[in-house]
């Protein structure tokens, strides 16, 4: 059977989680993340159902050799070869054009019976300002325009705000002009960091204002889900501003899904989950489990 291959690429603005959102996916940590701009190029990610196929092959601009890790070559320096120039010091990290990754996703897997084959590709965030954003808004803006075959566009939930403006050299405006040609093209929006809208939710006057114990965590579920509603109405509003009629608008919180679907744990990042898993617990009862993985979770990735 041949399968088509459909070109999925993930895209965001700096810190908006992209890679932890990615590295959810895989429920490990195998790209790097941080509250910087960390990715330099694109990553074109391949799952499928192949025993012994976790490998990462990487091309190079300035005539190095093509370099291939294995299993646990990838575990270890795959993070240092997808990163900026200026964040590493060793030569042999510097230079990457491209990086084909094999590894298998937590949950979405090419099977040979499947007639589509997903490949996900990872992107460079494109309003990096440093001496890479003129590259790295290249790279996403040829993506979106002439790669990709549907998008998955990461929200920061604190910075939904400050991007909800469409310029002819942004996201929004890349995606808008991708539409205008093909009109079928889709988008899923997604807020990440939804986990900080609790603390938005614990501000609102019910809540603050409540006597007991009782009667706050009554408020805060009968409260539940506002901040959330709203960040959901605004990409909604702007996506129905450049073409999208019936946006689709998810939310998660990519770093408590990566630590959910981790079968190896720190005792720090244990700790944490466990920690905001109370909150579910104190507030939902008995069905805590399933408000918790609703909370957090794309079942589709």
Known sequence: MNQKEINIAIVANMSAGKSTFINAMFGDDILPSSSQATTDCPIYIYSDDKPNSNIAVIEFSDNKDTKVLNN??????????????????????????????????????????????????????????????????????????????????????????????????????????????????????????????????NKLPAVVNSKTEEEYLLNLQTNWFYHEQKAINKIKLMAEKIGFNSSCVFVTSSEYQKLNRMKKLSFKDKKKLCAFQEIFQEVFKDDWTNKFNEYIELSWI
């Open 72 to 201: 646990e070559s990838v575990k270890k320096d795959l993070k240092k070869y997808a990163k900026k120039d200026s964040l590493v010091d060793d030569d042999k990290y510097k230079a990457v054009e491209k990086i084909d990754l094999y590894w298998q996703f937590y949950r979405l897997i090419n099977k040979k019976s499947n007639n589509d084959y997903f490949v996900i590709i990872d992107t460079p965030g494109p309003n990096n300002r440093d001496e890479y954003g003129e590259k790295h808004n290249s790279i996403t803006k040829n993506i979106i325009l002439n790669e990709a075959d549907m998008l998955l566009y990461i929200f920061d939930y604190t910075q939904i705000d400050a991007n909800l403006e469409v310029t002819q050299n942004n996201i929004w405006g890349w995606i808008e002009k991708r539409k205008k040609i093909n009109k079928k093209f889709d988008v899923y929006f997604i807020i990440n960091k939804i986990d900080k809208a609790l603390d938005d939710n």
